[in-house]
Antibody
């Protein structure tokens, strides 16, 4: 069965960067279109960006453009999300997620990675 | 402030039927984009509940159903059970600068 396993919790200082990983098992990364969604404490889900298979490009939400980079290592079936210039408002659980079937809904999710930004 | 508007909370007694609305605009639901629904239990990752407006993934009980009309979509839950108490989110595409993928603000379902 397909699984997305994310890296562990991180604590960062304001201004620093964080890189979260998401390892795929049961599928290959090239069979998926990985996206990243975050959830601040007590708040809703927020789409950050992801791979668009129609364009063959990674698309970022305007809010994060210039501060987020999403990459993939197909040799290890691992996706990465790096967020820079961290501020306290970036404190959140970060999820990787992907469609798997013949639709574009996110039917597989990682377990989430808590990123805390605090001085 | 999400471009997809959901009620912050709904409630119902066991066995009852509840609906959760997701109101959009001509740049998202009204443009014909599909709506998906997710259930998030406390402390867990979201789970896909409905995709493509009204389709249930394998394993999702038929107590859950989705519909779409115009610029809105709805999730209906019949035969409410205690285990249904969770947060529910709609998701669609948006052609404005908010997108392209957008989530609703979420609805907390309380089973009385």
């Amino acid at each position: 069965q397909v699984q997305l396993v994310q890296s562990g919790a991180e604590v960062k200082k304001p201004g620093a960067s964080v890189k979260v990983s998401c390892k795929v098992s049961g599928y290959t990364l090239t069979e998926l279109s990985m996206h990243w969604v975050r959830q601040a404490p007590g708040k809703g889900l927020e789409w950050m960006g992801g791979f668009d298979p129609e364009d063959g490009e990674t698309i970022y939400a305007q809010k994060f453009q210039g501060r987020v980079t999403m990459t993939e290592d197909t040799s290890t079936d691992t996706a990465y999300m790096e967020l820079s210039s961290l501020r306290s408002e970036d404190t959140a659980v970060y999820y990787c997620a992907s469609p798997r079937g013949d639709h574009d809904a996110f039917d597989i999710w990682g377990q989430g990675t808590m990123v805390t930004v605090s001085s | 402030q999400s471009v997809l508007t959901q009620p912050p909370s709904v409630s119902g007694a066991p066995g009852q039927r509840v609906t959760i609305s997701c109101t959009g605009s001509s740049s998202n639901i009204g443009a014909g984009y599909d709506v998906h629904w997710y259930q998030q239990l406390p402390g867990t990752a979201p789970k896909l509940l409905i995709y493509g407006n009204s389709n249930r993934p394998s394993g999702v009980p038929d107590r859950f159903s989705g519909s779409k009309s115009g610029t809105s979509a709805s999730l209906a839950i019949t035969g409410l059970q205690a285990e249904d108490e969770a947060d529910y989110y709609c998701q669609s595409y948006d052609s404005s600068l908010s997108g392209p993928r957008v989530f609703g603000g979420g609805t907390k379902l309380t089973v009385l």
